[in-house]
T-cell receptor, first 116, second 108 residues
Framework: EPEVTQTPSHQVTQMGQEVILRCVPISNHLYFYWYRQILGQKVEFLVSFYNNEISEKSEIFDDQFSVERPDGSNFTLKIRSTKLEDSAMYFC??????????????FGDGTRLSIL | GQNIDQPTEMTATEGAIVQINCTYQTSGFNGLFWYQQHAGEAPTFLSYNVLDGLEEKGRFSSFLSRSKGYSYLLLKELQMKDSASYLCAVRNDYKLSFGAGTTVTVRA
């Protein structure tokens, strides 16, 4: 069964450094998402991406965050200047359809980001 | 705003049935999803409801009442591997808003 893949599985970065998290969504999916989950807390939406542009973002997704689909397969999340509070598990997800369809969002295994 | 409530923890015996309730108050509604999440792993899709009623998928069933803002996930014939967190999530436009999850512990 096709799956969403994320790299790296664990990233350790010094505070203030830039970090790029990478994702390869399922190949026939059109909608891409990033979520994060701080340890012991609920999963939180960051951003959705469709047709090469951001379709929706949360208040968490401020100017320090950006997303890009640099080629036909990768989808990346960049954090420009990391803060301690950015430490979390970051999940990439993708879905084939959206409204009016029953297409679920499929999640990757996540990247655990640790800011020191 | 989004408010999604579910119990924090439930315990049940292997072979039994457990029902996990979820109530929601959200600014929009395009469907309700249930996900299973084992510790340190990704959420895995279990079921979806957009219309009122019951959806059955093997040992798992999910129910929705949109007028009541209420859903439940029913897990039958519990197995030890069902010990996990179960997440209720409401879709509004593009995003999923998640509840905090219900940790289910299955005992022998």
């Amino acid at each position: 069964e096709p799956e969403v893949t994320q790299t790296p599985s664990h990233q350790v970065t010094q505070m203030g450094q830039e970090v790029i998290l990478r994702c390869v969504p399922i190949s026939n999916h059109l909608y891409f998402y990033w979520y994060r989950q701080i340890l012991g807390q609920k999963v939180e939406f960051l951003v959705s991406f469709y047709n090469n542009e951001i379709s929706e973002k949360s208040e968490i997704f401020d100017d320090q965050f950006s997303v890009e689909r640099p080629d036909g397969s990768n989808f990346t999340l960049k954090i420009r200047s990391t803060k301690l509070e950015d430490s979390a598990m970051y999940f990439c997800a993708s879905s084939r359809g959206l409204r009016g369809s029953n297409q679920p969002q499929h999640f990757g295994d996540g990247t655990r980001l640790s800011i020191l | 705003g989004q408010n999604i409530d579910q119990p924090t923890e439930m315990t049940a015996t292997e072979g039994a049935i457990v029902q996990i309730n979820c109530t929601y108050q959200t600014s929009g509604f395009n469907g309700l999803f249930w996900y299973q999440q084992h510790a340190g792993e990704a959420p895995t899709f279990l079921s979806y409801n957009v219309l009122d009623g019951l959806e059955e998928k093997g040992r798992f069933s999910s129910f929705l009442s949109r007028s009541k803002g209420y859903s439940y996930l029913l897990l039958k014939e519990l197995q030890m591997k069902d010990s996990a967190s179960y997440l209720c999530a409401v879709r509004n436009d593009y995003k999923l808003s998640f509840g905090a999850g219900t940790t289910v512990t299955v005992r022998a």
